[in-house]
């Protein structure tokens, strides 16, 4: 398992966040998976502190309100770096 971390700026201190960061991560089967959601996190203007590792992150929930994700939940915004034969089927996709 590998997972890729990152700040949801847009999320962070409003709603169930009040006060917190919010931390999302991205749960990938491969390597190849993690580095395409890293490398589409990075453009994405709402998304800081990117980073992926074949290590769970933790988080202090007095700091940190976290979501998390499998990479076969996510669209092609997320999928469209991740080389084909290592996408998650697109019946998986939403």
């Known amino acids: 398992m590998f997972y890729v971390t990152m700040t949801d700026t847009f ?7 009040e ?5 999302h991560i991205v749960v990938c089967d491969t390597l190849d998976q993690a580095y395409g959601i890293y490398k589409a996190a990075t453009e994405r203007p709402e998304m ?11 988080y202090s929930s007095g700091r940190y309100i976290v979501t998390e994700s499998h990479v076969s939940e996510l669209g092609e ?7 084909e034969q290592h996408r ?3 019946e998986a996709r939403q």
């Open 77 to 83: 915004v997320w999928t469209k770096y991740i080389p």
């Open 88 to 90: 998650p089927p697109r």
């Open 19 to 23: 006060g917190k960061i919010n931390k």
């Open 11 to 17: 999320f962070s201190g409003w709603g169930k966040a």
């Open 48 to 58: 800081r502190h990117c980073n992926y590792t074949d290590k769970k992150p933790r």
